[in-house]
């Protein structure tokens, strides 16, 4: 027997947002489901297995381009799946690389903890100060305080 779901049953079965689902479909991720005679949405199990796939590769950090490829992939079931792996080591390379990027941000987060260890009057906070005079400011800023 066929599941038959309007968009907010669908939403709490998946878990997933109606705004989101029905972006999804605009972005071509979840085909269109049909109408009621009230011109509700009416979606079925297969959206449900489809939103669960896009949710999970989301879960995944990965871009809807990604997903949607993946799809594309998956709809066509007698293909080689080489392409597939390639598109997953890539991922473990940009997660890799965030990682790398989180850690340097950790040591940013701790240096900057570090020039605060008591408390003090805010004008004299370590962190603050180091928020003020350094930064990604890339360009020769000077402000000036006279009158």
């Known amino acids: 027997m066929q599941t038959v779901l309007k968009i907010g049953d669908l939403s709490r079965c ?3 947002q109606v ?3 029905r972006f999804y479909e605009q972005e071509g991720l979840l085909p269109a489901p049909a109408r009621s005679q009230g011109n509700y949405r009416l979606y079925g199990d297969a959206h449900v297995e489809r ?3 896009i949710r999970h590769c989301r879960s ?3 871009t809807l381009d990604d997903v949607r490829t993946l799809l594309q992939w998956r709809d066509a079931p007698n293909e080689n799946c080489s392409e597939v792996n390639v598109m997953l080591d890539q991922q473990i390379k940009r ?3 965030r ?3 989180l850690k340097v941000l950790q040591q ?3 240096a900057l903890r570090s020039r605060c260890q008591d408390e003090h009057a805010v004008k004299d906070c370590g962190i603050l100060q180091g928020l003020t005079h350094a ?3 890339q360009s020769d800023c000077s402000i000036s305080t006279s009158s």
């Open 14 to 16: 998946t878990g997933c």
């Open 60 to 62: 995944l950090n990965m």
């Open 99 to 101: 990682i790398t990027e």
């Open 135 to 137: 930064g990604p400011c």
């Open 51 to 53: 939103l669960q796939f």
């Open 108 to 110: 940013q987060l701790k």
């Open 19 to 21: 705004e989101t689902i």
């Open 95 to 97: 997660v890799s690389q």
